[in-house]
């Protein structure tokens, strides 16, 4: 479901092919008149919007300062742990709007290009936590970094939340252990391997 800002609280806009809604659709389903939707420039634009809105802050990067500060945790389990939360928090309010635009971004270049930018965001994120993560010696010395960061990339795509949530019944609770357990086993020495 897509959430826009509107005057006097939220509406969902469902989640039905993006690029095929008119912005008089997109306006009388957010409460907005039709030139505060055209105020914000192409769908992309308000797409763009929408995820910064869905996200905590407004930003997703690497570059935040939250996640920054995840990155300054020193034992690589707590590391992966927290982590897993962050990105079972995210993808619990982008999974519907991750979906829209891969499924748009066939048909509109712009749309094409936020989805590139994304997944390049994911993969610095998982990058950083990699590189955390070896920092404290705790990485797996069997598989090589890159690989890791790319294990780790595909592990917080926003769909793993969808499918498992919505699709298959788990609680966000289950798929938050279940995800940091995945990279904990995936990403880090088993203990007592040393």
């Given amino acids: 479901m897509l959430v826009l800002p509107r005057s006097t609280g939220e509406r969902p806009v469902r989640s039905s092919p993006f690029i095929a809604r008119r912005?008089?659709?997109?306006?009388?389903?957010?409460?907005?008149?039709?030139?505060?939707?055209?105020?914000?420039?192409?769908?992309?634009?308000?797409?763009?919007?929408?995820?910064?809105?869905?996200?905590?802050?407004g930003s997703l990067t690497a570059n935040d300062e939250g996640f920054q500060q995840l990155l300054a945790i020193l034992d690589a389990h707590r590391l992966l742990d927290e982590f897993?939360?962050?990105?079972?928090?995210?993808?619990?309010?982008?999974?519907?709007?991750?979906?829209?635009l891969e499924q748009a971004a066939g048909t509109d270049p712009e749309l094409a290009h936020l989805l590139?930018?994304?997944?390049?965001e994911l993969l610095e994120c998982?990058?950083?936590?990699?590189?955390?993560?070896?920092?404290?010696?705790?990485?797996?010395?069997?598989?090589?970094?890159?690989?890791?960061?790319?294990?780790?990339?595909?592990?917080?795509?926003?769909?793993?939340?969808?499918?498992?949530?919505?699709e298959r019944g788990w609680s966000h609770h289950a798929f938050e252990r279940w995800h940091a357990a995945a990279m904990i086993a995936d990403l880090l020495e088993p203990p007592g391997a040393r």
């Fill in 23 to 57: 912005c008089e659709q997109i306006a009388a389903r957010a409460g907005v008149s039709r030139p505060t939707v055209f105020s914000v420039g192409s769908k992309a634009q308000l797409f763009t919007l929408a995820r910064q809105h869905a996200a905590t802050g």
């Fill in 84 to 100: 897993a939360a962050f990105t079972a928090a995210i993808s619990q309010r982008l999974g519907r709007l991750q979906l829209v």
């Fill in 116 to 120: 590139e930018s994304s997944q390049q």
């Fill in 126 to 166: 998982a990058s950083g936590v990699v590189a955390a993560a070896a920092a404290t010696g705790s990485l797996r010395p069997d598989i090589p970094r890159e690989a890791a960061v790319d294990v780790l990339w595909l592990q917080i795509q926003p769909a793993n939340y969808r499918r498992l949530v919505e």
